[in-house]
Nanobody, 125 residues
Framework: QVHLAESGGGLVQTGGSLRLSCDAT????????VGWFRRAPGKERELVAA???????????YYTDSVKGRFTISRDNAKNTVYLQMNSLKPEDTANYYC???????????????WGQGTQVTVSS
């Protein structure tokens, strides 16, 4: 049975940092594309960052424009974990963040299948 668990969220001041973790059981993450999504109250779900499946040529990453240069997605294959390092956080980054996996196109939201429950990130001004 597949289970994705996010952790690392919390309350941080503007300019602070957090590192989110997506831990998986029942699924080997380096054989899947993994995305970090967020949903803020009253807003649609947004793909924030994604990392492609591991291939012989490496991996590719994707970032939505608003987080480029501030967020970094990475894998630890030994731990079967994907991280989202978030620096220079802004109040508009406040949302519930959750990870998901795909065997399809890692930049395409509707290709994702299994989803975690999420972890709340709140950035105070």
């Amino acid at each position: 049975q597949v289970h994705l668990a996010e952790s690392g969220g919390g309350l941080v001041q503007t300019g602070g940092s957090l590192r989110l973790s997506c831990d998986a059981t029942g699924r080997t993450l380096n054989t899947y594309g993994v995305g970090w999504f967020r949903r803020a109250p009253g807003k649609e779900r947004e793909l924030v960052a994604a990392i492609s499946v591991v291939t012989a040529s490496g991996t590719r990453t994707y970032y939505t424009d608003s987080v480029k240069g501030r967020f970094t997605i990475s894998r630890d294959n030994a731990k079967n974990t994907v991280y989202l390092q978030m620096n220079s956080l802004k109040p508009e980054d406040t949302a519930n963040y959750y990870c998901a996996t795909t065997r399809g196109t890692f930049t395409r939201t509707y290709d994702y299948d299994y989803w975690g429950q999420g972890t709340q990130v709140t950035v105070s001004s």
